[in-house]
């Protein structure tokens, strides 16, 4: 196993790695480090899913499986980059580009009838949502601005929407009958295995058997109303048209692969009410899922004159919708996947409250996001920049994250046991022991889940936020609700650590909205603050602060210390990836940033230092931080126009002052000797590099593909100065 893993994966991330990764790999060669990749991308988990379909060439390893392992392993160091949590449309695209590349893979089954069918069904559904993050998060995350990052944003602030305190937007979400409200938990005192049931007119319907938990476990339930979803879905709508804002849903139909996308769908069928009481026998009958949205939907209906017609009427009839791409007619409603709440949100929060409309133009929203739990989060946020105008980014404090997420904690583990309830009836949990530890009655439709968090995680979780609030010195708050069922249980495990530390006066705790307003309030003064949460606030926090503080959570540190001694350093967020494609398909230019890949980088090659004794290493590390440094001062992060410096411009300069960071140290003679005339070359030769970079940009780019794309081509995209492969190799 090689020293240092490099993930391969997707997109934008990918792409970059292409042009990237050869100067990590050279860098590292000469301190005697070794950087291998493991494929996590999505085509890659496909095609590890379906050996028997494949001939011998075309198979390809399980590798998350492999670092699955690895992770549970003191050996581990993994670089992590974003990859796609695939929704029905991204996985079904994905399949039909390796079929057309002669993979012979079976179609995913959007209504399976056979028992073959079903179990092709089951293995695709593996891979769809976040199929990746479980399995490799085997530690608790430690997200933050690097200095010289934040350093640079206070130095160079970005833009910011200016707010006003009459703007129409606001957060609407459901008062009754969502997850929040009808959330139980309760924490197991010994080991249990567990079967969910649900309980009918017609006898006893086993969910799932089997679902193991260690003793000290968090376990909750909770279900959504259809039937109250539906009516706030039709209520919200109706409000936006009076209020004359833009109607936006927001979901994560990626990381929640099952409960999300059912209710996106709920959302569709409630904007083309009309449209599916009239036609919805005929839609069914050409294979319309409301799940896979709008898209979707018109595509399949495209030859209907009379279906075409009536919802061209009904959308004339509804209030005007927020825009994925309004020039291509791309609506909020398209692709579940397209709009994620944590990347969505803050984008529309840093504009000033502001989307945009199928007439190209900004307008206020409505934000609807159905659930309650964490949306008090966002609407707390809106209310306090009505009240108080823009955050300043040149004098804004930071906002750090200590999240919960080991071992599949909370929501993001509840894809196997969650279900759309077939008839009414109750669900109940029942341990091996016959105890019912928890028990919903359930109408036909309602999305009914349980989700768990283990006691090793919660302790060490709690122990990394110590440790963190003792290094920072600043203010740490948790961030649980003690009216809510599974935060109440939380709350059990961390006032007694806290005292027995002698630490409980250096943490609050507070409820999500007013840990909201009071981490907004000390970051406007300057200071900073620790928000200590939960999986799905982790999320959501490291990119709505950073986005406000930085512009982009791609530039963030994000540490996740594996519990058994090993290292996951994750490289910022993938949400701006497809677009980003889209323009080097049409333009050549790669506006992606690697920041976060250098932050990243640095840290796995201290922490290989620690871990091995690699003296070398570690001076490795410490010249990425010299050079990232210079990425900032010297402004070479990539420019967003074609034409400008993009993502292989900035490589250049990295390797550039990575190498002279090397030439010039004195801690290693012979590692600075090794990197002087490589650096020298990096100089002499960068009138010549340049132009060769920038002659690459202007017309369309051939990758051979976009989930699966071809190596070779995508090597000559993304390395296409000859001079600088030269001096790499």
């Known amino acids: 196993m090689s020293d240092i893993i490099y993930t391969k994966v997707d997109e934008a991330p990918e792409l970059a790695s292409a042009s990237f990764l050869p100067i990590i790999q050279k860098f590292a060669a000469a301190a005697g480090v070794s950087v291998g990749t ?33 992770v549970k392993t003191p050996d581990a160091n993994v670089i992590k980059l974003p990859n796609i949590s695939a929704s029905v449309p991204q996985l079904v695209a994905a399949i039909k580009e390796l079929q057309g590349q002669g ?70 979400s459901m008062s009754g009958g969502d997850f929040f409200s009808n959330e139980v938990s309760a924490t197991l005192d010994k080991a249990a295995t567990a079967k969910i049931v649900l309980e009918t007119a017609n006898g006893e319907n086993v969910l799932k058997e089997g679902v193991s938990y260690p003793a000290g476990t968090v376990v909750d339930a909770t279900y959504m109303s259809a039937a109250k979803l539906d009516a706030f879905l039709a209520d919200e709508i109706a409000k936006t048209k009076d209020e004359g804002t833009l109607f936006s849903l927001h979901m994560k139909a990626t990381m929640m692969k099952v409960s999300d996308p059912i209710i996106f769908g709920h959302a569709v069928k409630a904007f083309l009410a009309p449209v599916f009481e009239k036609h919805g026998d005929k839609m069914k009958e050409l294979g319309v899922n409301p799940n896979s949205g709008l898209g979707d939907l018109l595509a399949r209906v495209k030859d209907e004159a009379a279906i075409m017609a009536d919802i061209e009427a009904c959308m004339a009839e509804r209030p005007p919708m927020y825009m994925v791409d309004s020039d291509r007619g791309i609506t909020n409603l398209h692709v579940p996947s397209d709009v994620i709440i944590d990347a969505s949100m803050p984008a529309l929060i840093r504009a000033g409250g502001k989307g945009w409309g199928p007439d190209g133009k900004e307008a206020d929203a409505n934000c609807v996001i159905p659930d309650n739990s964490y949306a008090p989060v966002y609407d707390e946020t809106i209310k306090f920049f009505k009240e108080n105008g823009k955050l300043n980014p040149a004098t804004a404090g930071t906002v750090q994250n200590i999240g919960l997420m080991a071992q599949k904690a909370e929501e993001y583990g509840s894809h196997p046991t969650t279900f759309e309830i077939a008839e009414a009836g109750t669900v109940k949990l029942i341990l091996d022991d016959g105890t019912v530890l928890h028990s919903h009655e359930v109408q036909a439709g309602d999305i009914w889940r349980s989700a768990s968090a283990r006691k090793a995680p919660i302790e060490d979780w709690v122990k990394l936020a110590i440790d963190r609030q003792r290094a920072e010195g600043c203010r740490a708050i948790f961030w649980l609700d003690a009216n809510r069922a599974h935060d109440a249980e939380l709350i059990k495990y961390v006032k007694p650590i806290l005292e027995a530390k002698g630490v409980a006066d250096k943490f609050e705790i507070m409820a999500p909205r007013e840990a909201t307003r009071a981490s907004l309030e000390t970051i406007t003064k300057g200071e900073n603050t620790i928000a200590i949460t939960g999986n799905v606030l982790r999320d959501y926090l490291t990119d709505l602060f950073p986005i406000l503080e930085l512009a982009t959570s791609a530039k963030m540190l994000s540490i996740v210390k594996l519990m058994q001694g090993g290292g996951l350093f994750e490289t910022g967020a993938g949400g701006s990836a497809p677009k980003h494609v889209q323009q080097l398909q049409a333009e050549n230019h790669l506006r992606w940033d690697s920041l976060g890949e250098f932050c990243a980088l640095g840290e796995s090659m201290k922490f290989l230092a620690d871990a091995k004794g690699n003296e070398e290493a570690r001076v490795l590390g410490e010249a990425v931080d010299a050079a990232t440094q210079g990425i900032l001062d010297n402004d070479r992060s990539p420019s967003r126009k074609v034409g400008e410096p993009d993502n292989r411009d900035s490589h250049y300069w990295f390797a550039r002052y990575w190498a002279e960071a090397l030439a010039a140290q004195s801690d290693d003679a012979e590692m600075a000797a090794h990197f002087k005339p490589i650096a020298q070359a990096l100089a002499e030769n960068e009138a010549k590099i340049v132009a060769e970079l920038a002659a690459a940009q202007g017309s369309p780019a051939d990758l051979g593909g976009y989930y699966h794309t071809d190596p070779a081509k995508t090597a000559a995209v993304m390395r296409p100065s000859a001079t600088l492969n030269g001096i790499i190799g």
């Open 38 to 70: 493991k494929d996590i991308s999505l085509a890659g988990r496909i095609l590890a899913t379906f050996p028997e379909h494949l001939s011998a060439d075309q198979r390809q390893s399980d590798d998350l499986a492999e670092l699955g392992e690895l």
């Open 103 to 172: 993979y012979a893979l079976p179609d995913y089954p959007e209504a399976p009838s056979t028992d073959e069918e079903k179990a092709i069904r089951a293995k695709y559904d593996t891979i769809k949502g976040s199929a990746v993050n479980p399995v490799l998060r085997e530690g608790n995350s430690d997200r933050r601005a690097a200095k010289a990052v934040k350093s640079f944003a206070q130095n160079n602030p970005h833009r910011m929407g200016d707010w006003s305190a009459d703007s129409k937007t606001r957060v609407a």
